[in-house]
């Protein structure tokens, strides 16, 4: 079955104790993005990767590290989670980057989800 | 920065009534996504639209670009409890990077 997953779904941390969230598809995409959704923002895009060690900063960055060292994977680190850290984080794939104009290759696939919170 | 705003942020219809959502964008959009979120669940895609002035169906709901491509609607014909969700549109951002930007949804709550 064609997805996105992602690990943990849930997590309660402290601040300051690093923490990897997992993103993993089985559909050769290339371009992964991860976002994060608060109360009345929408979603906001964290970090997104183009490819295999092709990766770059979206609007909100900051406190927020990512790797792609295969395609198939593109985990997110908060190497000092704080307390504003504390939101619902997707992972989302699609085969072209959206800005292609590519049809249904623009398709963006997301993953269920993790809500993380940080005391 | 480059802003995409929805209207309204809530609404509420009963059962039955049309519902309308509109999307719109500092600046132009090469194209625009449509993704519906339902409660507790992840955003799933719906269409793109691509050029100006598109209209596009599906079953109920309506979706058009703006002739200039800043703006953007989607129209739901005779709701029903299943079109419960946050509906958010989205699109890539110019200037060199490959950035994504999304509105900041539309709530929607059909009541029986």
């Known amino acids: 079955e064609a997805q996105v997953t992602q690990n943990p779904r849930y997590l309660i941390t402290v601040t300051g104790k690093k923490l990897t969230v997992t993103c993993s598809q089985n559909?050769?995409?290339?371009?992964m993005s991860w976002y994060r959704q608060d109360p009345g923002l929408g979603l906001r895009q964290i970090y997104y990767?183009?490819?295999?060690?092709?990766?770059d900063k979206g609007d909100v960055p900051e406190g927020y590290k990512v790797s792609r060292k295969e395609k198939r994977n593109f985990p997110l680190i908060l190497e000092s989670p704080s307390p504003n850290q504390t939101s619902l984080y997707f992972c989302?794939?699609?085969?072209?980057?959206?800005?292609?104009?590519?049809?249904?290759?623009?398709?963006?696939?997301f993953g269920p989800g993790t809500r993380l919170t940080v005391l | 920065g480059q802003q995409v705003m929805q209207i309204p942020q809530y609404q509420h219809v009963q059962e039955g009534e049309d519902f309308t959502t509109y999307c719109n964008s500092s600046t132009t959009l090469s194209n625009i996504q449509w993704y519906k979120q339902r409660p507790g669940g992840h955003p799933v895609f719906l269409i793109q639209l691509v050029k100006s002035g598109e209209v596009k169906k599906q079953k109920r709901l309506t979706f058009q670009f703006g002739e200039a491509k800043k703006n953007s609607s989607l129209h739901i014909t005779a709701t029903q409890t299943t079109d419960v969700g946050t509906y958010f549109c989205a699109g890539p951002l110019y200037s060199g990077t490959y950035k994504y930007i999304f509105g900041t949804g539309t709530r929607l709550k059909v009541l029986a």
């Open positions: 559909m050769n995409h290339e371009y």
């Open positions: 990767s183009m490819n295999v060690e092709v990766t």
């Open positions: 989302a794939s699609s085969l072209s980057p959206p800005h292609f104009d590519r049809g249904r290759y623009n398709e963006q696939f």
